[in-house]
């Protein structure tokens, strides 16, 4: 499990009436909040849009070092909302971490290597969770949760329980599947199953027959 990149931020304080919302979003700044468990007062700024959405462009969980006059804040971002129309952002929601308070997000789920069922018998992977919801301390959390799905065979999954943990507390069931393998598209798993078993069968058949030829041979 990587650790999360850290991403330095800039922030410069704000207004907070509408008209110097839309001042700010037609000159690509995006009006923002900071809040935290141990942040007395909101504190409302704004930030440059190409750097939020360079933060927003990879899933991967990044901690971002906030700059406002002069001071930094070691924060998550919690909330993003975006036009309906022209899909750009137009609010963000900073969280400030602090080491002895726990915090709740979402970690992408990454998949790697090729799995077994789908090179050797034409299965077909697929992942029905690609994020986990965890509860965790700052010093805890992770970029990305990684699975390997190389020895997977058709018919097996891989769930939430199967992941390391240590440190952290899902929020989401222990029993969730996060990928399994499918058969390959018109045969059912208990038809993949047989052929596996007559295929074992055969195969212990056989070592008999050459056992009995080598007595024979004796």
Do not use: C, W
């Not at 609010?91 to 789920?109: C, E, G, Q, W």
């Not at 959390?141 to 891989?158: R, Y």
């Not at 393998?181 to 596996?196: F, H, N, S």
Request: charged share 30%; aromatic share 6%; glycine share 6%.
């Amino acid at each position: 499990m990587a650790k999360p990149e850290y991403v330095k931020l800039e922030g410069t304080p704000r207004e907070t009436s509408r008209q110097a919302n839309r001042e700010l979003r037609a000159s690509k700044r995006v009006p923002a909040v900071l809040y935290g468990p141990e942040v007395k007062e909101n504190i409302h700024f704004s930030v440059d849009e190409l750097a939020l959405e360079r933060i927003l462009s990879r899933a991967q969980t990044k901690v971002q070092e906030l700059t406002i006059d002069g001071k930094v804040y070691k924060t998550l971002l919690k909330r993003t909302e975006f036009d309906p129309v022209t899909d750009r952002p137009i609010h963000a929601d900073f969280y400030v971490m602090s080491n002895n308070h726990k915090v709740t997000l979402r970690v992408p789920i990454g998949i790697r290597g090729a799995a077994r069922g789908v090179v050797e018998g034409g299965g077909r992977l697929f992942q029905p969770m690609k994020f986990l919801r965890i509860r965790v301390l700052p010093e805890n959390i992770v970029a990305e949760f990684e699975v390997d799905v190389t020895p997977l065979k058709i018919g097996h999954s891989f769930h939430v329980s199967d992941l390391e943990l240590d440190g952290i507390v899902p929020l989401d069931s222990l029993n969730r599947t996060i990928v399994t393998i499918r058969p390959p598209k018109g045969q059912l798993l208990k038809d993949v199953i047989d052929d596996e078993d007559d295929d074992a069968a055969d195969a212990v058949e056989g070592g008999d027959d050459a056992s009995e030829e080598a007595s024979t041979e004796e």
